[in-house]
């Protein structure tokens, strides 16, 4: 039999659920992103001489056999798996299988959930080789160029030494210039871009997909896991940028992007000289992004609008001053509506992003939430379910606030795994309902989606062609919360 290629990798993005429950989940219906962290790995091991290939569980339900195939065909040396905290044991399941499948590939395991566990994932999990702490791009190259036989050498790493005790070399000193970087490698995701999609009604145009052009975040909110970039926060410069959306455009067609930035204009700078190369050279693209109040002004808004700036983000997580300023900085509410209504005075859509459930949180609080919200001109909404992930600063002591199931795979925002005191599971259910069913039966919301019609029509399409499966999920959501 054939040895195994020392310079190949697979990377995998673990589904997270069990493949054959992959058809009843509302995420691959209403929202689809590829996994641009492993896509950025790809294209960088590649400019580098090494071989890698890539498959999302997400776009493929049939990942099982594709994976099988695929070591069996290529043999690599490697399997990378790229894990948040949710699909952690379905990648240590997927990790299982190509072992059974390809006697002597070894994994290595990166992304916040491991860089936050650290030296316990290879404690608790004989079948995790590997932990690539924080940005995997060099770590992964060098086990690639002969490291994973002398682990010692690769920064980055946490591994089983000789002995088989757990060790780690730490963090890389330094992170990679994003300049430096080659575009992520959309032409190794199978069916790009027409199998990925936006949220509906997030989107003018398709085909569409998401951005990365900055890495880490300059603030420490409570519920924010930093264990990849921790406090570090660098990004693309302007030229970069455009040069990156000019490539998507003429490689694949894209129409619209959503930067899945942190922070898109904390630095301004970089902004408007995007934005002024955007209306000088016009690809014919549009945008989204995420900003918080402090770094947006009517000046700014007015140019990333005529840039094409079609939607913005703001994390407003609860409409409870007091108890946002629990969980972080510039808890300023009059400060955020009026940044809100500048937005909306530009022409651009606006979306706030909200978390019930955090700790601190009553029925008085989220009812505080819903005025809020609903005092301002938002168009769109995101209501998550507070998850305490590991990495994050809260986790350390999260069970002194409440009752915490530390389930893993449902923790993805979509369950209350935590319950702070003086709440139920099953009160936060039916304030949870309530809060959506308040938002989507507003007048101006409805006369807002009925003006997709012509604003999005493709998000109209799929919601049509998907009614029923919308219409079950949300009928499963009330009954699940009606029977507590």
Not at 128 to 133: G, N, P, S, T, W
Not at 311 to 320: A, C, K, R, V, Y
Not at 363 to 371: C, G, H, T, Y
Request: hydrophobic residues 40%; contains cysteine; neutral net charge.
């Amino acid at each position: 039999m054939s040895r195994l290629d020392a310079s190949r990798v697979l990377l995998v993005h673990p589904l997270g659920y069990r493949a054959d429950a992959a058809g009843k989940d509302i995420s691959r219906l209403a929202n689809l992103m590829p996994p641009l962290g492993l896509a950025s790995i790809a294209s960088y091991l590649e400019r580098r001489g090494l071989g890698a290939s890539l498959v999302d569980c997400y776009a493929r339900p049939d990942s099982d056999r594709v994976i099988r195939d695929h070591l069996l065909a290529e043999r690599p040396a490697l399997l990378g798996l790229s894990c948040t905290t949710s699909s952690f044991l379905d990648g240590v399941r997927i990790a299982r299988l190509a072992k059974a499948a390809l006697p002597g590939v070894r994994s290595v395991f990166g992304g916040p959930h491991v860089s936050a566990l650290k030296e316990r994932v290879l404690e608790e999990f004989p079948d995790v080789d590997f932990v690539a702490l924080g940005e995997g791009e060099e770590t992964l190259a060098e086990l690639l160029e002969g490291g994973a036989d002398e682990p010692s050498g690769v920064a980055g790493l946490v591994y089983r030494d000789g002995s088989g005790a757990v060790t780690s070399t730490g963090y890389r000193a330094k992170g990679l210039a994003l300049d430096s970087l080659p575009f992520p490698a959309y032409e190794k995701l199978v069916g790009f871009p027409d199998a990925y999609k936006l949220p509906i009604f997030n989107y003018p145009k398709a085909p569409n997909t998401s951005c990365i052009s900055s890495r880490g975040c300059p603030y420490a909110c409570s519920y924010c896991d930093r264990s990849v970039f921790r406090r570090s926060f660098r990004f693309n410069s302007a030229e970069y940028l455009y040069e990156h959306l000019r490539y998507l455009r003429e490689r694949f067609g894209i129409r619209h992007v959503n930067f899945y930035d942190d922070q898109f204009t904390f630095h301004r700078d970089r902004v408007e000289e995007f934005c002024g190369r955007m209306i000088d050279r016009p690809l014919g693209m549009t945008f989204n992004c995420a900003v918080r109040a402090e770094h947006i002004d009517r000046d700014l808004l007015g140019r990333m609008k005529a840039a094409g700036c079609w939607m913005m983000s703001l994390g407003i997580e609860t409409g409870d001053e007091a108890l946002l300023a629990q969980h972080r900085q510039n808890a300023d509410l009059a400060l955020l509506a009026e940044k809100i209504r500048l937005i909306k005075a530009a022409g651009i859509r606006t979306k706030g992003l909200l978390m019930i459930g955090l700790p601190g949180e009553t029925e008085q609080s989220v009812r505080r939430s819903m005025d809020y919200v609903f005092s301002l001109p938002i168009d769109d909404f995101n209501l998550a379910k507070f998850t305490p992930f590991p990495g994050s600063p809260i986790h350390e002591k999260i069970h002194d606030l409440g009752t915490f199931d530390e389930d893993w795979e449902k923790m993805d925002c979509m369950h209350f795994q935590f319950v702070p005191r003086g709440m139920t599971r099953e009160r936060l259910e039916e304030l949870f309902v309530a809060f959506y069913k308040a938002h989507f039966t507003r007048p101006k919301v409805v006369l807002g989606y009925v003006a997709m019609l012509w604003r999005s029509p493709d998000s109209w399409l799929r919601f049509a062609r998907n009614l029923g499966d919308f219409l079950t999920f949300a009928r499963t959501d009330r009954r699940l919360a009606d029977d507590g």
